[in-house]
Nanobody, 124 residues
Framework: QVQLQESGPGLVRPSQTLSLTCTVS??????????WSWIRQPPGKGLEWMGA???????YYGPPLKSRTSISRDTSKNLFTLQLTSVTPEDTAMYYC????????????????WGQGIQVTVSS
């Protein structure tokens, strides 16, 4: 059973950096073919793929947020992270970490496991 758990502050001030961690159990983030993604959903809007880090450490970013997004991992702790800089209230959303394969990069997005999501509000 694969489980993903998002964690981090639920409130971030404008202009600051949003930092989240996804802790994975039941699967290794270094196992061949696995891709680990961050996805967000603002209130009343659709899902937005932010980026992913693959089993070999390769990193991919969604074009709209590429300049502000940084994804990394700690293989010893079997977790991966998200940092989004210079946040504004428009970055308020539910943030999810997910497990998938290479299709998440090509656009077809085959996600087989999701975290429960964490609500992050950007407000002063």
């Amino acid at each position: 059973q694969v489980q993903l758990q998002e964690s981090g502050p639920g409130l971030v001030r404008p202009s600051q950096t949003l930092s989240l961690t996804c802790t994975v159990s039941g699967a290794s983030i270094t196992t061949d073919t696995y891709y680990w993604s961050w996805i967000r959903q603002p209130p009343g809007k659709g899902l937005e793929w932010m980026g992913a880090i693959a089993y070999d450490g390769s990193i991919y970013y969604g074009p709209p947020l590429k300049s502000r997004t940084s994804i990394s991992r700690d293989t010893s702790k079997n977790l991966f992270t998200l940092q989004l800089t210079s946040v504004t209230p428009e970055d308020t959303a539910m943030y999810y970490c997910t497990k998938g394969d290479a299709s998440v990069v090509s656009g077809t997005g085959d996600y087989d496991y999701w975290g429960q999501g964490i609500q992050v509000t950007v407000s002063s």
